[in-house]
């Protein structure tokens, strides 16, 4: 019954995976200059980057291990839960936990550890220095540091994880792609001219358009189905 209602749930958050991903294409067209912007160049050569790196370079596999590891913890500390035990090495982690959930298993896949510091060091920057000294410096370190987290989330979720067969593979990739989104408007906000506001309103509006398409789907295809065992 909990794997039925972990498909349910799944297959109703898809929806919500294509509305952000057409609100996030109209946060980044509204940028002076839209998608070739110097916010979405800087931030795509940064990306680019670590992608040229990845090729040309031993894979950092201790480092991913490390922030998939610390992400499992911090999560849990977020939780209340009490961390008993944490291994790391270049093959793979583990990290023993007092209690876990879906937010906690499914962390390391949507929470850009890297990321997330380099957001953290601009605003303590930003908390001393107005305005914040190199802008595009960070929007290069930010999309340097998230094109490390993608192309090592992608790769695992390529590979058999218990991680993700907990909780059933549609739910759980529908709940990483929509934090990853969440996480992408996040450091948009932080490092570029996108306002919260204006995340929210894209957001609500292209949900509100995305369910409104599914409901008016369902309900032409059960009238059908009426109509044929009239």
């Known amino acids: 019954m909990n794997r039925f209602f972990r498909l349910v749930a799944g297959l109703a958050l898809i929806p919500l995976c294509v509305a952000m991903t057409l609100a996030l294409l109209d946060l980044l067209r509204g940028l002076a200059g839209g998608l070739f912007s110097p916010e979405v160049l800087w931030l795509g050569i940064g990306y680019t980057l ?15 291990v490390m922030a998939h590891e610390l992400t499992h913890a911090l999560w849990a500390l977020l939780f209340g839960a009490r961390i008993r035990k944490m291994k790391v090495t270049a093959k793979g982690g583990s990290v023993s936990l007092s209690k876990t959930n879906l937010l906690i298993t499914l962390a390391p896949y949507f929470f850009p550890f890297y990321t997330v510091l380099v957001l953290l060091l601009r605003w303590l920057v930003g908390c001393f220095v107005q305005p914040v000294p190199m802008p595009y410096v960070w929007l290069f370190l930010v999309g340097l540091t998230w094109g490390f987290h993608l192309r090592f989330t992608v790769q695992s979720l390529l590979t058999r994880q218990p991680d993700i067969l907990e909780y059933g593979r549609i739910l759980s990739h529908a709940v990483i792609y929509i934090f990853n989104l969440l996480g992408i408007l996040l450091w948009l906000i932080c490092t570029t001219s996108i306002s919260l506001s204006a995340v929210v309103a894209a957001l609500l509006v292209r949900t509100a358009a995305a369910y409104s398409a599914v409901v008016n789907l369902l309900v032409r295809a059960v009238a059908g189905v009426i109509k044929q065992f009239s």
Do not use: G
């Open 50 to 64: 670590w992608l040229v790196l990845w090729f040309v370079m031993p894979q950092p596999a201790r480092a991913y």
